[in-house]
């Protein structure tokens, strides 16, 4: 043990230095609360509330950035696009955006909200109206069973099970095919609610009566809503935001040239190469956490009802940028990137002496078989190089100037603190980017439990990332389109 700690000391020491050298860009930012950087304080905000995207940040984050910044024309990006709320804050505002997302949950979210409150020319409203009112599943004698995962068996109660399969047949009978995604998006958005399950980072949790094996403490999830009260809920809220006294579309552009949203479907890691050079005005983004939450098995319900079977499923959990114990490393990210810019970032992700120190202190703990999971270090290597490749990309795509803004949380892996914020930042800075701020949130956030009876309570940073794109020109010469789109 007095081993471990002088290591971890090392280790600390190291992050200290890191802290030193960005000193003067490190500000506590009062205006920043966790509710402000996570989905909570979506909850109330028309049309962001209607699908429960707990990764997400909120739509008042985003408002409040592109004032700091002062962005006012051009394009936004965000790689890591989750429910489209950078993209919808900007269409709002008049702005450009492209998204690019991997997970087909989030894809159908932003799809959706797109079909919802962009497009003008559907009747879509009175088609919500007449279900709303006429309730055409309660009397039909079709269902669908729901296509279930093995993860996912069992997880609503007989009658809730049914009532939805009713609900799903009678979708097929729609005419429109607006109607029928906006009414199949309404029973996503209470999967979760009607079931016996709750998203808890890393897995679902089993409510105790779903029969499912428990723990050593059985899990009361509570109320668990009937479908027919959450569905009638659910279409009462959208119908609400869409029509109230300033409704949604309300405060959407009208001309069909301002607040355009474009999304690719797939891994940045392979998106972001495919994107023109000094193209975008801003990023703005939130990546996933090196945390271990599986996002595959968080959303098995909602993947399963969008028709993701059991392989769709394992490719997705690959395919995420590293933040699983179960991802391997990718081998065909060498022949998507162009090879000096590929080197370059191998040598910044090489260099980083506080990353490298952590590495091998999580490297040792395996071979003496002190972790609880033996796929934390491959987790935590790959996905600093993966992030490395991300940035390296967005300084290529930035126009000179830009700023990238990322809100992230450290971590801590056997009492060994990952300053994720300050490691990023170096290796932003050797890809040319000007590190101006990086924000503090006031309260940071605790350690495990686990981890606390064995190396102490010790809060984490959680911050928001400002960077300026460098300012050299081009290696080569930018076109004015998106590669890739229309």
């Not at 990006?77 to 087909?104: K, M, N």
């Amino acid at each position: 043990m007095f081993r471990v700690m002088e290591t971890i000391k090392s280790i600390s020491n190291m992050n200290e230095a890191l802290e030193a050298r960005f000193a003067a860009q490190m500000q506590v930012n009062l205006h920043l609360t966790r509710a402000l950087v996570s989905f909570q304080a979506n909850k109330r905000e028309q049309g962001f509330r209607w699908f429960k995207y707990k990764e997400g940040f909120s739509a008042a984050l985003i408002h409040y950035l592109l004032d700091y910044l002062g962005i006012r024309s051009g394009t936004v990006l965000d790689p890591f696009a989750g429910a489209g709320t950078t993209l919808f804050v900007a269409s709002q505002r008049g702005l450009a955006s492209t998204g690019i997302e991997l997970l087909p949950i989030g894809q159908e979210i932003i799809e959706v909200r797109k079909l919802t409150l962009l497009d003008r020319r559907r009747g879509f409203v009175d088609d919500l109206k007449r279900w709303h009112k006429a309730k055409p599943w309660k009397r039909s004698g079709h269902s669908h069973p729901f296509p279930h995962l093995r993860i996912t068996m069992g997880a609503f109660s007989k009658e809730n099970e049914a009532l939805l399969g009713r609900y799903l047949a009678e979708i097929d009978r729609e005419g429109s095919e607006a109607t029928r995604r906006l009414l199949r998006f309404a029973a996503l958005c209470i999967l979760e609610q009607i079931s016996y399950t709750r998203k808890d980072g890393q897995y679902l949790r089993w409510d105790y009566r779903s029969g499912r094996k428990q723990g050593v403490k059985p899990f009361d999830k509570g109320k668990i809503g009937s479908f027919d009260e959450a569905i009638d809920a659910k279409l009462s809220e959208i119908l609400g935001d869409l029509e109230g006294d300033i409704g949604l579309l309300d405060l959407f552009p009208t001309s069909p040239n301002s607040g355009q949203i474009d999304v690719a479907g797939g891994s940045c890691l392979e998106e972001l190469p495919k994107l023109s050079g000094r193209y975008f005005d801003a990023l703005i983004t939130s990546p996933p956490y090196c945390n271990r939450y599986d996002y595959t098995r968080t959303y098995a319900l909602e993947l399963a009802l969008l028709g993701v079977g059991e392989d769709g499923l394992k490719n997705l959990r690959q395919a995420m940028l590293s933040c699983t114990v179960e991802n391997r490393e990718k081998q065909s990210l060498l022949s998507l990137f162009e090879e000096n810019r590929f080197s370059c970032a191998l040598e910044s992700f090489r260099s980083q002496e506080c990353l490298g120190g952590i590495l091998q202190y999580l490297d040792d703990r395996k071979a003496a078989q002190q972790l609880n999971n033996n796929g934390i270090p491959r987790m935590v290597r790959n996905y600093f190089w993966e992030m490395t490749l991300v940035i390296f990309e967005c300084a290529r795509i930035l126009k000179p100037g830009a700023p990238l803004v990322m809100v992230n949380d450290n971590v801590r892996y056997e009492g060994a603190n990952i300053s994720v914020d300050l490691i990023l930042s170096s290796i932003a800075e050797s890809a040319g980017f000007n590190v101006e701020k990086i924000w503090v949130l006031p309260n940071g956030k605790g350690n495990s439990s686990q981890q606390m009876g064995e190396f102490g309570r010790e809060a984490l940073r959680k911050c928001v990332y400002i960077w300026r794109a460098p300012k050299a020109k081009p290696a080569r010469k930018p076109s004015l389109q998106l590669a890739g789109h229309q």
